[in-house]
């Protein structure tokens, strides 16, 4: 027998390190086959008239195809423009916002001296994140409120007339942004600032030996060992264009008709379809976002690959 075919079993042997491995992979595989993979069966509804008359599956299998019905409310509505405009506007927003300030935050706390004032703007920063859209809610109508908001008392005592916030849409886009980037702003900058933390020190000791300013360092040293998680975070957020936190944009705007032009997406549509319309819509147009979600970010990650494969996820 040949060294290369001894090789070649040797390498095909189960071994003793191949079965922890395995066992230490075994629940996130259940994880992913009971509630990512399982539920996938599920994507036959958007193709029927569900109906309930007993068991799930037996609902499923009795009802009647009802072929592309479901999707037509998404295309044919009169107000598909709006929600589509909504959707992929204030997401090509927070893409971009999402990643200048929180790399900005990051590059900025990453440059203090005193530790413990950095971890200290850390926990400020990411404490918002933890809170719950519905808290954000209250809190927001305490400052909003037409009669004993904060926001009108102030402008009232002040000589200005109070403005009813939940009835006026043009301020709405301006405030969903900024309770948007405020939530979210301090997750994207511990991601970047633990990236920031694990660049060898060496590299800055050497531009500082060079005579290298600190926006020198940031601009050759820090932002390009920070591209790969740019690129990663940047391809993770496009595959999720046609998503929008439902919280936000339901909860934040109480559900008020009078906001309906800026504040109505994908995701409130269906919600508002659920109370009218068949779980089948709602299936349906979960089912298109899904395939528009896979199909941008394989597109992202293609241009990515094009222009720099070392950074391409795939």
Not at 259 to 276: E, H, S
Request: hydrophobic share 50%; with cysteine.
């Amino acid at each position: 027998m040949s060294t290369k075919t001894k090789g070649k079993r040797l390498r095909t042997r189960w071994r003793k390190q191949d079965a922890e491995l395995t066992l230490l992979a075994l629940p996130t595989t259940i994880w992913y086959i009971l509630f990512c993979f399982l539920p996938m069966f599920g994507i036959i509804i958007a193709f029927k008239n569900f109906r309930i008359s007993g068991g799930f599956l037996s609902n499923v299998i009795n009802s009647p195809w009802a072929g592309l019905k479901n999707f037509e409310f998404l295309f044919k509505s009169n107000d598909a423009w709006i929600i589509i405009r909504n959707t992929l506007g204030y997401n090509i927003i927070f893409i971009v916002l999402g990643i200048v300030i929180p790399v900005a935050l990051a590059l900025m706390v990453g440059m203090l001296h005193n530790r413990r004032a950095g971890k200290v703007y850390q926990t400020m920063m990411f404490l918002p994140y933890f809170l719950s859209w519905v808290v954000v809610s209250a809190v927001g109508w305490a400052f909003l409120s037409f009669d004993k908001g904060i926001v009108n008392q102030m402008l009232v005592n002040m000589g200005g007339e109070p403005i009813n916030w939940y009835m006026e849409s043009k301020y709405w886009p301006y405030l969903l942004i900024f309770m948007h980037v405020w939530k979210s702003v301090g997750y994207g900058m511990v991601v970047y600032l633990a990236t920031i933390t694990g660049i060898d020190k060496t590299y800055y000791e050497a531009a500082v030996i060079d005579g290298a300013s600190i926006w020198q360092q940031t601009r050759f040293i820090t932002l390009p060992l920070m591209k790969l998680v740019i690129v990663m975070m940047f391809i993770l957020a496009v595959g999720r264009i046609f998503y929008t936190d439902f919280g936000l944009f339901f909860q934040v705007p109480r559900d008020s008709n009078s906001l309906f032009n800026v504040t109505t997406t994908i995701d409130v549509l269906v919600y508002k379809q659920l109370k009218t319309a068949t779980v089948g819509m709602a299936s349906a147009a979960a089912f298109v976002q899904s395939v528009l979600g896979c199909i941008t970010i394989l597109t992202a990650n293609w241009i990515v690959r094009r222009i720099d494969p070392d950074s391409a996820m795939m």
